[in-house]
């Protein structure tokens, strides 16, 4: 209730315009609708200039195609989500240089247009229908508020699609939040993880307990 009257309150409020996040410097910001191309070239450029100088050019040139192909095909898949920001890991993390394995996709849901005279169905139930469509097992799904906004988390392991790009299973973090003054807008902000291999691991516990203290750090801007 109290998260409804909030949310009842912030209607009369100007919309939020953008959002913050705050995170380990490992971590790169891709933005999905302008700037695209310059963002994934200046980081394969970083990560070129990482390599060892001494390395044969035979081994290098390979290298550097596979690391650009999957780093291009992430951010490929996530454009086809109309994704607005994508982050990845990106930087050394001990002795891994380039990984993949985790990801943030920002995304942005519209609802159609309704009917002024129509009643509106409550917030929470809206937000469960934005989750609800997917094959899921083992999905957990709570509510509360990120930055006095309603939100609803939901977890679950999604299985390996191949011919969609998803070549392992693997566990998903999904928080989608109502955009302050815009009853129609839903912001989505999807976490996946192969983990250590397996998605239910321990690595991908500790990487989802890290996801949520990075939710825990948004922000809305005005």
Do not use: C
Not at 27 to 51: C, H, K, M, S
Request: without cysteine; negative net charge.
């Amino acid at each position: 209730m109290e998260a409804e009257q909030k949310a009842a309150a912030a209607q009369g409020s100007p919309p939020a315009r953008g959002y913050r996040l705050l995170l380990p410097s490992q971590w790169a910001q891709i933005p999905l609708r302008r700037g695209t191309d310059e963002a994934v070239e200046r980081i394969l450029q970083e990560a070129y200039a990482r390599l060892p100088a001494e390395a044969p050019a035979d081994k290098i040139g390979p290298y550097k195609r596979e690391l650009a192909r999957r780093f291009r095909k992430a951010v490929a898949g996530a454009q086809e989500r109309n994704g607005l920001d994508l982050y990845l890991p990106v930087k050394p993390v001990g002795d891994e240089e380039f990984n993949l394995g985790a990801s943030i996709l920002v995304t942005e849901t519209v609802l159609p247009t309704r009917d002024p005279r129509a009643s509106r169905a409550p917030s929470t139930d809206i937000a469960v229908q934005l989750l609800a469509g997917e094959d899921t097992e083992n999905f957990d799904l709570s509510s509360g508020e990120v930055d006095g906004a309603l939100a609803v988390r939901r977890e679950h392991v999604a299985a390996a699609v191949p011919e969609r790009g998803a070549a392992a299973a693997s566990r998903r973090v999904e928080y989608i939040i109502a955009v302050p003054g815009d009853p129609d807008r839903w912001f989505v902000a999807a976490f996946s993880t192969v983990g250590g291999g397996d998605p239910r691991d321990e690595l991908a516990d500790v990487l989802v307990e890290w996801f949520d203290a990075v939710m825990a750090t948004f922000r809305w801007r005005y």
